[in-house]
């Protein structure tokens, strides 16, 4: 079994910055791909960046420019820096890891919440 938690959520005013941490525990022998995914209320789901193990690095639209993906391998921790943020990144962050030897096998941590104020 995997765990991940999510820390550093919070309320911010537009323009601040946030930094997101979202830690891996349990029995895992590598980490494939980490990722932030968002979801507003009302909304869906969506996907705010992911990270291979290689360090390669993919961003939505939306955040290109202002936020920052990145890991720890020794920590088994993925971060997220939000830099400039806007009223409209508020939403539920939420974290996955694909930890699958033999195919995917991800799991999601429970969210932490971010609000920014105009």
């Known amino acids: 079994q995997v765990e991940l938690v999510e820390s550093g959520g919070g309320m911010v005013q537009a323009g601040g910055s946030l930094r997101l941490s979202c830690a891996a525990s349990?029995?895992?022998?590598?980490?494939?791909?980490l990722g932030w995914y968002r979801q507003a209320p009302g909304k869906q789901r969506d996907l705010v960046a992911t990270?291979?193990?290689?360090?390669?690095?993919n961003y939505a639209d939306s955040v290109k420019g202002r936020f920052t993906i990145s890991r720890d391998n020794a920590k088994n921790t993925v971060y997220l820096q939000m830099n400039s943020l806007k009223p409209e990144d508020t939403a539920v962050y939420y974290c996955?890891?694909?930890?699958?030897?033999?195919?995917?096998?991800?799991?999601w941590g429970k969210g932490t919440l971010v609000t920014v104020s105009s």
């Open positions: 996955n890891a694909d930890v699958g030897i033999v195919g995917p096998l991800v799991y």
């Open positions: 349990g029995i895992i022998f590598s980490i494939n791909a």
């Open positions: 990270i291979t193990s290689g360090g390669s690095t």
